[in-house]
């Protein structure tokens, strides 16, 4: 029997609720092996980040090659990347081991509202890295960012931001709607033939850290097991509406707290 096994590339936090920790998180609960890259050390708890250590660039490939010199990935997961010169490093090292799936969260602003991607490597995430993508997952916010637009209003602009990002060469986009208002939060799927629209009732939570790292390790999940992209999208977004609804049952912080990655089991 063959393992799924998934790579996260991303930053560490401290406080156990988003990043490498909340990935490995997610491939646990959904039955993967998770293997991890860490990009950057951050000082960080439900109330903000207060500090970030960028792991040297260098480093960064070495533990790539380590891992997909020894490890069957199915998938990969990026994560904040924190920098250009790591951008650089895992644009190279993941051109030279050519995974099957590729899913691309472009993780700027944390939910504490702290940054997490230094404003010069913006570009750098658009030309290296989003043309290696099977999906990228940027939340409303994202989006706009990536494109240098205003935040799309309707649904007639949330698909049209999406055919732009496609153009800049990832083959799909997974828009997150959870900053959104109404009573449903509503993801969309865009890929060259069609768009999907995926709703789900929006939960009155402040318990959100970590949700947009989760999703998107989940759909990395889904394809490191085999599942193609419209039903790992699926899954994982019935998974971390559950996560969600479920994270008032922790009490962890006195700000935004994580969500139940294990609402599964207990």
């Known amino acids: 029997m063959t393992t799924p096994v998934a790579l996260t590339i991303a930053g560490s936090d401290s406080s156990g609720g988003a990043g490498i920790q909340a990935d490995l998180k997610t491939f646990a609960a959904l039955r993967v092996f998770g293997a991890s890259a860490i ?4 000082a960080q708890n439900t109330r903000g980040v207060t500090g970030i250590h960028a ?3 260098e480093f960064v490939t070495a533990q790539i090659d380590a891992v997909f010199s020894d ?11 924190a920098q250009a010169a ?7 090292a993941l051109s030279r081991w050519a995974p099957g799936h590729i899913v691309l ?4 602003v944390a939910t504490s509202g702290d940054r997490l991607l230094a404003s010069d490597a913006v570009d750098a995430l658009r030309i290296k890295l989003m043309p290696l993508a099977s999906v ?3 939340n409303l916010p994202e989006a706009a960012a990536l494109l240098d637009e205003p935040v799309a209003a309707s649904e007639a602009e949330i698909e049209s ?7 800049l060469g990832c083959r799909a986009v997974l828009i997150k709607g959870g900053h959104g208002e109404g009573a449903e939060s509503i993801d969309y799927l865009v890929d060259a033939s069609t768009t999907i629209a995926l709703a789900a009732p929006r939960v009155a939570t402040s318990n959100t850290h970590g949700t947009g790292c989760s999703l998107s390790s989940a759909v990395a999940a889904g394809l490191a097991r085999g599942e193609d992209l419209e039903r790992a999208v699926r899954n994982a977004k019935t998974w971390i509406s559950a996560a969600i609804a479920a994270a008032d049952r922790f009490s962890v912080g006195h700000g935004h707290g994580p969500i139940h990655h294990f609402h599964k089991f207990y």
């Not at 490890?71 to 990347?81: H, P, Q, S, T």
Request: aromatic content about 0%.
């Open 39 to 42: 990009t950057a050390l951050t």
């Open 55 to 57: 792991v040297p660039a």
């Open 71 to 81: 490890l069957e990935v199915g998938a990969v997961k990026i994560g904040m990347v």
């Open 86 to 92: 790591s951008i650089d490093a895992i644009a190279a």
């Open 105 to 108: 969260d472009p993780v700027m």
């Open 136 to 138: 990228i997952t940027p």
């Open 161 to 167: 931001q999406g055919r732009r990002l496609l153009a």
